[in-house]
């Protein structure tokens, strides 16, 4: 029976004829809630277009699940945002003009153009990635008749014959702009970086970034009247007249010939870095092991052990400079001293440095990674030279002038992406030392096989085999009962004293430090030994802030002072009244 025959009423459905007679609209689907949230380094001011790169995963994850630019979302200042929660903060709304992919396929570089200041409201989702609703970032009070007269000033000073060469070509422009976008105007022309970016962003009123923009605007002329093109201070004439080597003065040049735009800040920190660091070698000072005997004995009581340890290696270093060898040498051995808290290893590095005629600079290792050893790479925001270079600006000293102690060398992380053990393989060996490059300075080597590594640890076992290798490992025993009283009595008393000024107001009977050595529980250091030292100190100076009578500390007022604790690790409780 043909279908067209079958009455209406009697059909189960629609023939295939009308079905494919329809129009086919399928259902859009339905747009995600709320605005995707990017948290970038930089954050394009409205009106602002500003290329920022995918650094951070978060960064290149928000911008991949936008469909095609152009696309909207609420950006927020990285430096600014909290670890959780973004309610409250103030960002802007802001169109994804384009992206560009790497070699690899991922985000690499996106276009920002910046429309206007929004709130956080509400945090709509968190994963695969935050989407938040916003709401209109509104200042709390109305601009007085005083602000928008110290808008008319800042407008005339940006773009009078002292201004911004650009805020003066558009000088038109801005006169008939209103406050609001005015002031983001000028900070555009202003380049603001880091933090002077994130808080012009949360500058929701007009008034508040025209206090910034005048703060800023000042401090960058009367940087400008004191080092004006030409005089000697000027980064290029400093790079004319300093004795660098050749290789480092193209650099510099270099860096100088780059240094304009947004990158402007970064090439001239390079500049300045370069100039603050000493290129020629000092000659090599004599090592007084006499004078490191002496300072030995001063410090640590007993530990024959490792102060001929140390000695030896200090023979051998001089050695070799009466050889004119160069002191580190080519076998990448450094000392490593290891031993439970508080039993001087710092001590011992430091007079090390001393009898060398160096200065010697801590590093600690605990929790660090490789970019805090290397710096990072220029192309990256907040970039800055790593913890070797830093240590030898503000030192203002070759690597031949410095003692580097590398403490605790067996907390170093091994389970992260930026692991520290390749650098510090590559700092202690000789072979590979001659010629470290840091990240910010990519171009130039830095020798600093002429420095001397030293390094400090609690647990042995606790240090990567590869590096454990590299280290000429001396072990630090525990202080005897004798050796914490003998060093109480010269050298933690004395200084607890010093430092409070405090000789003439307390005084210690040798009976008080007998019974502080040993009616208290056991400890291998002196870190609780100067503990119980100052709690004493404390209420010695009650009394005598009391009578004004000096202050006689004996055995008896040690033990109702602090009462004994034979289960705390401290070693005693809190001083009761008395």
Request: glycine share 6%.
């Amino acid at each position: 029976m043909n279908d067209d025959a079958t009455p209406p009423s009697r059909r189960l459905g629609p023939t295939w004829e009308e079905m494919l007679a329809w129009p086919y609209e399928p259902t859009p689907p339905s747009p995600p809630p709320g605005y995707l949230l990017l948290p970038t380094e930089g954050v394009p001011l409205p009106g602002e277009a500003l290329e920022v790169s995918a650094h951070w995963d978060d960064e290149e994850i928000a911008l991949a699940t936008l469909p095609a630019p152009p696309g909207e979302v609420v950006v927020l200042p990285r430096l600014t945002l909290p670890a959780i929660d973004p309610v409250g903060r103030v960002g802007v709304l802001t169109v994804v003009d384009g992206v560009q992919r790497d070699d690899h396929g991922g985000i690499a570089t996106a276009r920002l153009i910046g429309q206007r200041r929004v709130r956080v409201a509400r945090c709509l989702q968190t994963t695969p990635h935050v989407r938040v609703e916003i709401e209109t970032a509104r200042p709390a009070s109305d601009p007085t008749d005083a602000d928008h007269r110290r808008l008319d000033r800042l407008r005339a000073r940006m773009s009078g014959p002292t201004g911004v060469p650009r805020a003066a070509d558009r000088s038109g422009e801005l006169r008939a702009m209103r406050p609001d976008p005015l002031t983001d105007a000028l900070a555009v022309l202003l380049h603001p970086g880091g933090h002077d970016r994130a808080a012009l962003i949360e500058a929701v009123a007009w008034a508040d970034r025209v206090a910034l923009l005048s703060r800023w605007w000042a401090r960058s002329h009367r940087s400008e009247r004191r080092s004006p093109r030409g005089d000697p201070t000027d980064l290029a004439s400093r790079v004319r007249r300093a004795d660098l080597p050749t290789e480092v003065r193209r650099v510099a040049e270099r860096a100088l010939k780059n240094a304009h735009g947004l990158e402007r800040t970064v090439h001239e920190e390079v500049v300045r870095c370069v100039l603050d660091l000493r290129w020629t070698p000092p000659p090599v000072l004599p090592i007084d092991l006499d004078a490191a005997r002496s300072r030995l004995d001063a410090s640590h009581a007993g530990m024959e052990t490792v102060k001929e340890a140390v000695l030896d290696h200090l023979a051998v270093l001089e050695w070799r400079r009466r050889r004119g060898q160069p002191v580190a040498g080519p076998s990448g051995v450094n000392l490593c001293l290891i031993g439970p808290p508080g039993t001087g290893k710092t001590t011992i590095a430091e007079a090390v440095a001393a009898a060398m005629g160096r200065r010697c600079e801590r590093i600690a290792l605990g929790g660090v990674d490789d970019i805090f050893l290397v710096g990072a790479d220029r192309a990256y925001n907040r970039a800055r030279p790593g913890e070797i270079v830093r240590r030898l600006r503000s030192a203002k000293a070759h690597p031949q002038e410095l003692v580097f102690l590398l403490d605790e060398i067996d907390k170093i992380p091994t389970q992260t992406s930026h692991p520290p053990l390749p650098v510090l393989l590559a700092l202690l060996d000789p072979a590979q030392n001659v010629a470290w490059r840091d990240h910010f300075l990519d171009d130039i080597p830095l020798d600093l096989s002429g420095s001397v590594f030293l390094a400090t640890a609690n647990d042995a076992a606790a240090i990567p085999a590869p590096l454990r290798d590299r280290l000429h490992l001396i072990h630090v025993p525990r202080y005897s009962p004798t050796a914490q009283l003998a060093i109480g009595r010269s050298h933690v008393l004395p200084t607890v004293l010093a430092r409070l000024d405090a000789t003439t107001a307390v005084n210690f009977t040798d009976e008080a430090l007998a019974v502080l050595v040993a009616d208290y529980p056991a400890i291998g250091g002196l870190r609780q030994l100067e503990q119980r030292l100052m709690v004493l100190v404390g209420r010695a100076l009650r009394r005598h802030l009391a009578t004004g009578e000096v202050t006689l500390v004996d055995a008896a007022r040690v033990r109702g002072w602090i009462p004994a604790a034979p289960d705390s690790r401290v070693g005693f409780h809190a001083a009761v009244r008395r």
